[in-house]
């Protein structure tokens, strides 16, 4: 994997776990990690998929399999990193998602007919997937592994959350519970682990473009599609994001030169959007 570098930051002799390592943003930030020096693994429910993210990346990156929504999935993970690779100095906890069956058809309710899932056709049992998936396979692995982090020089956690945190999304309600959650849940461990010298921060991606995600945001003539285009509409640069625009965030906060004083935040990486009142 050719990764281009804002800047580079020495994690030599550093072990860092990726959850959601396979994904499409948090390969390239396991990418970066390994091309500061650390040695990388990436978990991931599918290993197939872990490992080939691992090859891709090369020899400082490693795949192990783990559900992040389940504890003895993520402790044996745990006991595998510790014996093929030694103690976990940086995680990012990348796993989460939506799901189909916890994500309305309409915006607001009266606009669709009853064949459109509102509101009330939710399925409580996909709310909890999302939940789980998002909050509990980013507290689990810190439950997991942060045991051994405390007391290491350097050593930091750092969430991913979203725009859907600060303002709720349309259609996408269990998701935005759950990433408002996962605010709430770094300023707590920043404050329970401080004096550890345990670092919890996270980053908070804007909307960005991926070769996965690109025909489902724009048409085939490339025009953004009507959802997109609120989304364009709303951020002040008018464009979305690449996913390498991340990396710099994500290197700033597992430095400890850089952010050693820096505990409880999360860093907006959105082309203003959160900035943007709308008028």
């Known amino acids: 994997m050719q990764m281009k570098l804002p800047y580079h930051v020495d994690l030599s002799g550093k072990i860092a776990v990726v959850t959601g390592g396979s994904g499409v943003l948090c390969s390239r930030m396991a990418g970066a990690l390994a091309a500061c020096g650390a040695q990388v693994a990436i978990l991931g429910r599918n290993l197939d998929k872990a490992r ?47 799901r189909p069956e916890a994500t309305t058809g309409d915006e607001q309710y009266g606009q669709a007919g009853e064949a459109v899932r509102d509101f009330f056709q939710l399925d409580p049992a996909g709310i909890r997937a999302v939940m789980d998936l998002n909050y509990m396979g980013s507290l689990l692995p810190t439950q997991v592994f942060a045991r051994e982090m405390t007391g290491r020089p350097g050593a930091c956690v750092v969430n991913i959350s979203s725009m859907a945190a600060y303002q709720p999304m349309t ?15 770094t300023q707590w461990l920043a404050t329970y682990f401080a004096k550890s010298g345990l670092r919890v921060n996270a980053i908070a991606p804007g909307f960005f473009a991926t070769e996965q995600n690109r025909a489902l945001l724009f048409d085939p003539e490339g025009q953004p ?55």
């Open 52 to 98: 080939q993210t691992a090859a891709e990346i090369g020899g400082n990156a490693q795949a192990f399999a783990a559900d992040v929504t389940d504890l003895s999935s993520l402790n044996q993970a745990r006991a595998d990193i510790l014996a093929r690779m030694g103690p976990v100095d940086i995680l990012i906890n990348g796993a989460g998602g939506n």
């Open 171 to 185: 259609r996408v309600m269990a998701y935005a519970g759950a990433k408002a959650a996962i605010n709430s849940l």
């Open 225 to 279: 599609a009507p959802r997109t285009r609120k989304i364009l509409d709303s951020t002040p640069m008018g464009r979305l994001g690449e996913p390498e625009e991340l990396i710099g965030a994500l290197l700033f906060l597992v430095s400890e030169e850089a952010s050693g004083f820096v505990t409880g935040v999360t860093i907006p990486v959105d082309g203003g959007f959160l900035a943007y009142s709308g008028v």
